[in-house]
């Protein structure tokens, strides 16, 4: 497991944009998937976006897809969330997940399948 740190929440307007850090400290994420989910009050937790580092291939939610690009940067062994076209259905607590593996797509969706987590970072969206 590594340990994730999440930077990048905070408020913003309908329509604006945000973009969200996810670091580990330790480990390298070469070879994990490494993905974030969201989960809003009193609703389960949300699949949102994933990357499979060592072939960069990236998924979305399609609820996300087109308004938000997840990426990576391997020299500072972090990924990232850019939310543009933000609503305020996606306030919400985000949090960052890696498991040292590369996931097949079916795989990606389930929280259950991730084994390191970082605190979280909160999302409003809000006039």
């Known amino acids: 497991q590594e340990h994730l740190v999440e930077s990048g929440g905070g408020l913003v307007q309908p329509g604006g944009s945000l973009r969200l850090s996810c670091a580990a400290s330790?480990?390298?994420?070469?070879?994990?998937?490494t993905a974030w989910f969201r989960q809003a009050p009193g609703k389960e937790r949300e699949f949102v976006a994933a990357?499979?580092?060592?072939?960069?291939?990236?998924h979305y939610s399609d609820s996300v897809r087109g308004r938000f690009t997840i990426s990576r940067d391997r020299v500072k062994n972090t990924h990232y969330l850019q939310m543009d076209r933000l609503k305020p259905e996606d306030t919400a607590v985000y949090h960052c997940?890696?498991?040292?593996?590369?996931?097949?797509?079916?795989?990606?969706?389930?929280?259950?399948?991730?084994?390191?987590w970082g605190q979280g970072t909160q999302v409003t969206v809000s006039s």
């Open positions: 330790g480990d390298t994420f070469s070879g994990s998937t």
């Open positions: 990357i499979r580092w060592n072939e960069n291939s990236k």
């Open positions: 997940a890696a498991v040292k593996s590369r996931l097949i797509v079916s795989r990606l969706w389930s929280g259950e399948n991730y084994d390191s």
